[in-house]
């Protein structure tokens, strides 16, 4: 039985047709990114209902910090996620077990550190996150409980993404949307009073058993047997060009979260010298765990896309590769425009089922709309940064990872907003878009150059 799916598997890396293969990938993954947007999404709902726009802010301060270890994460994941899948595509099964159970290993020496860290460092952390005297001690209160979650979070995506690369999305899927629904019952439980009455800390709190669940049901299906990569104590082979290998692959991923933890920490300190500093901060972080949604949409097809163009690329079948560089890049345009369109019609509803402030709402408004005016941009970026990853070009990987919330948007969030007041939060976004669109575009010649040429070497 366990051959028969390992065929299948095989059969849908290397011969199903790229764009249908891909969807096939994509729709599950898609559908477990959504129901992880859940944790985000549904803390923000419950901790609205709390009726307290202090709250709402504190777990906005927060978030830098959710993305920053989620870049964490991704180096090591997303690295091994491709390593592994050109490995795989190589018929080098055993170099691929190696892969896998090593990172997945030091993922979790990675994890302690951050949460020890974390809390040592919180206050100051988030305090530099934009937090005032006001915020703070409801921030620490949510903080604490996501540092505790990073003991299993950077396993968890470690072994989720090395059963993309050999597409077993299913129990992909079945691991994040298990704990997405754990997670929709206990926040109210630990959060209100007829519950444990622990109110933000509560909705923390729950959310890190439920990604405790997922890490467990990721690490059942490894040590079960049934998958085809095996993760086993005598694959365990740290050494540094395989460390080296993962992390130059896996950064141009994490410095995207970097980035986008950046950007909101910055757009946090200019909404902080303005009139209505915290209300302006509570709809910001409203309007970016949506965000969080079209991100997962435009991620979920990049994890459809990334295993067979990994693999096509490991097996040097450019034909193949090329397909599915073409299709990706249609398909994340169009998502991205549609994720567009919903968000501009819909924003006021939106933004009302967290809060009801009505200046919470006319600030989430217009966030959410400044967002998403020129939203192509984001799925263009991060479709070719995720190319380039692939073909081994890390280098330009990583500078496309840094442009849009990096090297273009810094800028405009720093001086704009001293110019326009809180009109250059709005313009921000959008004028750090344009600049990005036009150097992606200008870029496509270029990938497809250095794919042809990276593949003739097989640089594995």
Avoid at 15 to 37: D, Q, R, W
Avoid at 161 to 181: D, H, L, M, N, Y
Avoid at 204 to 230: C, D, E, H, P, Y
Avoid at 315 to 325: D, G, I, L, P, Q
Wanted: aromatic share 10%; net charge positive; proline share 4%.
């Amino acid at each position: 039985m366990n051959n028969e799916i390992i065929i299948e598997k095989k059969s849908l890396l290397d011969s199903v047709k790229p764009s249908k293969a891909i969807v096939k990938l994509a729709v599950p993954a898609t559908l477990a990114l959504l129901a992880k947007a859940v944790y985000n999404i549904v803390d923000t709902a419950y901790i609205g209902m709390l009726d307290s726009d202090i709250a709402l802010a504190a777990v906005g301060v927060t978030l830098p910090l959710l993305l920053i270890m989620v870049s964490v994460e991704n180096i090591f994941a997303a690295g091994a996620a491709v390593l592994a899948g050109r490995q795989l595509g190589a018929n080098e099964q055993e170099r691929a077990n190696t892969t896998v159970t090593t990172i997945v290993s030091l993922s979790f020496v990675i994890g302690i550190l951050l949460c020890v860290g974390g809390i040592i460092f919180m206050e100051p952390l988030l305090r530099s996150f934009g937090a005032s005297e006001v915020v703070l001690p409801l921030a620490k209160d949510y903080a604490f409980w996501m540092f505790i979650a990073a003991l299993m979070n950077l396993p968890a995506q470690s072994l989720n993404c090395a059963a993309r690369a050999e597409s077993s999305v299913k129990i992909s899927s079945i691991a994040v949307i298990t704990g997405a629904v754990l997670n929709v019952i206990l926040d109210p439980v630990f959060m209100f009073s007829w519950g444990m009455n622990m109110g933000v800390a509560g909705a923390s709190l729950a959310t890190t058993i439920s990604q405790f669940v997922t890490f467990a049901i990721l690490l059942w299906f490894f040590l079960s047997g049934r998958s085809n990569i095996k993760v086993k104590l005598r694959y365990f082979k740290p050494n540094i060009y395989l460390i080296r290998t993962v992390t130059f692959i896996g950064i141009p991923t994490a410095v995207i979260q970097i980035c986008l933890a950046v950007a909101t920490s910055l757009t946090n300190i200019a909404a902080k010298s303005m009139p209505d500093s915290d209300l302006i901060i509570a709809a910001y972080g409203v309007v970016q765990r949506l965000m969080l949604i079209g991100c997962y949409v435009v991620m979920g097809l990049m994890q459809g896309y990334q295993p067979i163009a990994s693999y096509s690329f490991g097996a040097k079948n450019e034909e193949r590769f090329h397909e599915s560089v073409a299709f990706s890049l249609k398909a994340s345009l169009l998502l991205t425009i549609i994720v567009e369109v919903i968000y501009i019609v819909f924003s006021k509803p939106l933004i009302m089922i967290f809060n009801r402030n009505p200046l919470v709402i006319s600030y989430g408004i217009k966030l959410l709309i400044s967002q998403v005016a020129l939203y192509p941009a984001f799925g263009l970026c991060y479709m070719m940064t995720i190319t380039f990853q692939t073909i081994g070009s890390s280098k330009f990987g990583l500078f496309l990872s840094l442009i849009r919330q990096g090297i273009f948007y810094v800028p405009f969030i720093i001086t704009l907003p001293k110019l326009l007041g809180v009109s250059g939060i709005y313009f921000a976004q959008p004028a750090a878009d344009v600049l990005t669109i036009l150097v992606c575009v200008l870029s496509v010649k270029y990938m497809k150059k250095i794919a042809s040429q990276n593949m003739a070497q097989l640089l594995i």
